[in-house]
């Protein structure tokens, strides 16, 4: 089974700076499988980035996604404050998914 | 807008069995696979169960095989998650959510807003 890492667990920035969240699995993953989501209390996860650079419907263009391999990147060039939220990458291989533990984007 | 509505949740005691539905709708259901993820209180995603598109085939979790059955009724736009022996560490909300894909697992598209199941004594 491909275990995830996300680092930081948390990062504590304020609006406008830029965020980067690392994704690192165990083994490598295919691109079209690594994906990532957002997800706020009390709230379903949306769907952000999928096939680790392609952004989702409706997704604005300061989220983007990059990495190959078994290292993977979410960035947010520019911190809105409705960002401010749990971020989970995912990978699918085969006949398993396995979610990373998260990180959570909070207010400095 | 894709629309799945969870059903099914509360408390239950250890050992017991409860069914989830999740009913869907604005999207042709039978053209995609269906996955159960869960959320324990406080916790990380938990991927659960995947159906393919038309029930032929099945995947779970290790930690809820051979207790939990995945279903689908494409006639009743519904999709099911039987879950049996319950135990404590099942306590959790639940969410339906669609992969992009019909059969083989690719991304999660699009979620329910989850129901929470409760085991206790």
């Known amino acids: 089974e491909i275990v995830l890492t996300q680092s930081p667990g948390t990062l504590s920035l304020s609006p406008g700076e830029r965020a980067t969240l690392s994704c690192r699995a165990s083994?490598?993953?295919?691109?079209?499988?690594l994906t990532w989501y957002q997800q706020k209390p009390g709230q379903a996860p949306r769907l952000l980035i999928y096939?680790?650079?392609s952004r989702a419907t409706g997704i604005p263009d300061r989220f983007s996604g990059s990495g190959s391999g078994t290292d993977f990147t979410l960035t947010i060039s520019r911190l809105d404050p409705e960002d401010f939220a749990v971020y989970y990458c995912?990978?699918?291989?085969?006949?398993?998914?396995?979610f990373g533990p998260g990180t959570k984007v909070d207010i400095k | 807008q894709v629309q799945l509505v969870e059903s099914g949740g509360g408390v239950v005691q250890p050992g017991r069995s409860l069914r989830l539905s999740c009913t869907a709708s604005?999207?042709?259901?039978?053209?995609?696979?269906m996955h159960w993820v869960r959320q324990a209180p406080g916790k990380g995603l938990e991927w659960v169960a995947f159906i393919w598109f038309d029930g032929s085939n099945k995947y779970y979790a290790d930690s809820v095989r051979g207790r939990f059955t995945i279903s689908r009724d494409n006639s009743e736009n519904t999709l099911y998650l039987q879950m049996n022996s319950l135990r404590a560490e099942d306590t959790a909300v639940y969410f339906c959510a669609r992969d992009k894909g019909k059969s083989g697992i690719y991304f999660l598209d699009y979620w329910g807003q989850g129901s929470l199941v409760t085991v206790s004594s």
């Open positions: 995912q990978q699918s291989g085969g006949s398993r998914v396995t």
């Open positions: 096939g680790a650079s």
């Open positions: 083994q490598s993953v295919g691109s079209n499988y």
């Open positions: 604005r999207f042709t259901f039978s053209n995609y696979g």
